[in-house]
């Protein structure tokens, strides 16, 4: 990042904006709604420039950058003292831990089935139709490169789109059974840090996806994780629409 960088600011790298919402990466979701749920001083950089590790998201704060979005949380948790999960107790600890991993780890393999295998990324470009070059920059470097093989690399590209809705039922009924009738994963009282990472997770199959399985439970079946997104929206990203491109 070129120019003098305040201290204390937390400079959030993610890919750009698009039509539908803040970000089309649950990753660069998550740390966003992490860093306003804690109400850490940010800024956002749209870039396609990857930081450490090869990856985005990645901030820089005070001269030092950090990759990895489960990495910058337990960073920033210490770096400022923050409490989101200090009511939590063991088992829920573990809970939030286990939930997070599948849907991080596997859960988020299905939306990118989903994307590549179902549709052929058929519509992608679209996400960024305000800056075409934008668009064919950011498919040609991410969206196209290796997405198969790294499907199969991993295990969910070696099955067939119905054993992949089985996969998506099972890890979507798991969170909602968790969650239940709640505000939040673990009470109605205040998000934790696993919201974020949930909240990422499932939001961008919800309004990035109308056509996926994930999306056809959240508004039927497992109607209270479509609630869940909403109100987390409404409640964190007051300015969605204001954030999306036009």
Not at 151 to 172: C, F, N, W, Y
Not at 192 to 204: E, H, K, P, Y
Not at 218 to 228: A, I, K, V
């Amino acid at each position: 990042m070129e120019g003098k960088m305040t201290d204390g600011l937390v400079y959030l790298h993610q890919f750009p904006r698009s039509t539908n919402g803040p970000n089309t990466s649950p990753f660069c979701l998550k740390l966003e709604l992490f860093l306003r749920m804690s109400k850490i001083p940010h800024e956002v950089v749209s870039t396609c420039e990857v930081g450490p590790k090869g990856k985005l998201p990645y901030i820089q704060v005070d001269g030092e950058k950090v990759a990895d979005s489960d990495f910058i949380v337990d960073f920033l948790t210490k770096k400022y003292g923050l409490t989101l999960d200090e009511k939590l107790d063991d088992l829920q600890l573990a809970t939030g831990h286990a939930l997070q991993q599948m849907l991080e780890e596997n859960t988020y393999w299905t939306c990118t089935y989903h994307q590549a295998v179902e549709r052929k990324f058929e519509g992608t470009a679209e996400l960024y139709r305000p800056n075409p070059g934008m668009a064919m920059k950011l498919l040609v470097r991410f969206a196209f490169r290796n997405v198969n093989d790294n499907l199969r690399t991993q295990g969910m590209g070696r099955h067939s789109p119905a054993e992949v809705r089985e996969i998506v039922a099972k890890d979507l009924r798991s969170v909602s059974a968790i969650l239940g009738s709640k505000k939040y994963l673990f009470g109605d009282s205040s998000p934790t840090a696993v919201d974020a990472a949930v909240f990422g997770q499932l939001a961008i199959p919800y309004y990035h996806s109308p056509d996926s399985h994930h999306h056809e439970l959240m508004h039927g079946e497992l109607s209270n994780l479509g609630q869940y997104v909403q109100q987390m929206r409404a409640e964190f990203f007051p300015d969605w629409d204001e954030l999306s491109l036009k």
